[in-house]
């Protein structure tokens, strides 16, 4: 499904009316291509800390242009702020304001980045000031940029430093056009785990992976982005979707295993399929879901257990399989999909709200469980994705749904496959139990 009114309003007369008349002009956003350069133009790296001298001298050796002090009306590619130092409210001021002067020479499509350390985790008030005001100024900042341009924040945890590995690899997603969509939100490095990958064009090269509901849909991208990234794949979905289930299959070069993920048997059928194939299991994303909205007061007893058994309740009893086999014991990696409903509800979906947020809880639990034996598991949660599923709202709330965030536009189903298939890879060894929202940034609880 694509959205006529952006590609209209993005160029030409379109743009021209879309001006005079007051009217929103969602950017074209750069999406990630193979071969594509990390971003486009000078990146600043602002900051007075030892980590912001040794990040620059990181990003140097990635053959970036880097620069120290702003050149006035250069056009940038990026801004890095690095507030990893933070001891209280007033020292936000001199870096933050000495950086605003050079938010209008951000290009299109520019990314606006922090480095800092999470409130929760110094017992001083006025630190933990600081550290959270950095939380409201990335998120107010991602709704002032334009272009196409955003604002994200990497939270170090105590003792993680700005060239950590997984804290390097949080920083070039969300330098990369892989980010596209990822707008206002943190990602937390907890330790100093992961391995920046060798191939940055085949980042998941050697690795297992299984994709659930993987027929159709945001499904089937995270197949093709997961096989582009050198994945060797198993993709499961209902018998129903079985010729689906073959097409995609048979585009990346993996394997379809026909399965009803809500039987209690499912995470031993998919360990049985990957050990008899591979050896083991590597990757396990959870994309399988369904909605049965309906007003709680019309809720019934089919349309309540239908959706927490197949979004939360599978999940776990799968989970529970591979935490118990030797064969998803090396570095594994759990990504469910979750949603923004889970965050902010959604009228007509309590059930389907309720199971999303049970996934982000089941993955704050889990991270110990993984941690424990070199993994990591995560989840991501899209706001309003381009779908089958979403062509069907009527017009109206349609077009509520892809203007109400700060990008003003839809995602794409890529958008939330590439966050996957990030949290997937070694290098996001150190990033555990964490929620990814992929969103575009909602104006409205989120």
């Not at 040794?54 to 140097?60: I, K, Q, Y």
């Not at 995560?378 to 709330?397: K, L, S």
Request: proline residues 4%.
């Amino acid at each position: 499904m694509t959205d006529t009114y952006t590609r209209l309003v993005s160029k030409g007369l379109g743009k021209d009316v879309a001006q005079r008349l007051g009217l929103p002009q969602p950017a074209v956003l750069r999406r990630y291509e193979p071969g594509q350069a990390l971003v486009n133009g000078p990146v600043l790296v602002q900051g007075s800390t030892a980590g912001a001298d040794e990040l620059a001298a990181t990003l140097l050796s990635w053959n970036l242009d880097v620069r120290r002090h702003a050149v006035p009306r250069e056009k940038l590619g990026a801004i890095i702020l690095v507030l990893d130092a933070l001891a209280a409210p007033e020292d936000l001021e001199k870096p933050v304001l000495a950086v605003a002067f050079s938010l209008r020479d951000l290009g299109p499509s520019a990314r606006f980045v922090t480095l800092s350390r999470p409130a929760g985790e110094t017992g001083n008030p006025a630190g933990a000031a600081a550290r959270q005001g950095v939380d409201g100024l990335v998120r107010s900042l991602a709704k002032e940029l334009r272009a196409g341009a955003t604002a994200n924040g990497i939270l170090l945890a105590d003792g993680v430093t700005t060239t950590s590995p997984s804290a390097l690899a949080a920083l070039r997603f969300f330098l990369s056009g892989r980010s596209a969509f990822v707008d206002g939100q943190f990602l937390t490095v907890s330790t100093g785990e992961g391995t920046l990958p060798g191939d940055a064009e085949k980042p998941l090269a050697g690795k297992v992976a299984a994709v659930t509901g993987a027929a159709r849909g945001i499904g089937a991208a995270i197949a093709r982005t997961l096989h582009r990234d050198g994945a060797t794949l198993i993709l499961v979905d209902i018998p129903a979707a079985g010729d689906h289930l073959a097409s995609v299959a048979n585009e990346v070069h993996g394997t379809a295993l026909q399965l009803d993920i809500s039987r209690e048997d499912a995470g031993k059928r998919i360990l049985e399929h990957a050990v008899q194939r591979h050896g083991r299991l590597d990757i396990m994303v959870h994309n399988a879901g369904i909605t049965r909205d309906k007003l709680l007061a019309n809720m019934d007893h089919a349309r309540w257990n239908s959706v927490l058994n197949i979004n939360i309740a599978a999940q776990l009893r799968i989970n529970e399989a591979l935490l118990a086999s030797e064969h998803f014991s090396t570095s594994p990696r759990i990504v469910s999909v979750a949603s923004t409903s889970g965050i902010a509800g959604n009228r007509g979906q309590t059930n389907y709200a309720a199971s999303k947020g049970g996934v982000m809880g089941m993955v704050r639990a889990s991270a110990p469980l993984l941690a424990a034996r070199g993994g990591s598991i995560n989840a991501v949660a899209p706001g309003f994705i381009e779908t089958d599923m979403t062509a069907r709202i009527p017009f109206a709330v349609r077009e509520v749904g892809r203007r109400l965030n700060a990008l003003q536009q839809g995602g794409l189903p890529t958008d939330v496959a590439e966050a996957i298939a990030f949290l997937a890879s070694d290098a996001a060894g150190g990033i555990n139990g964490d929620i990814l929202r992929v969103c575009g940034q909602n104006l409205v609880g989120a």
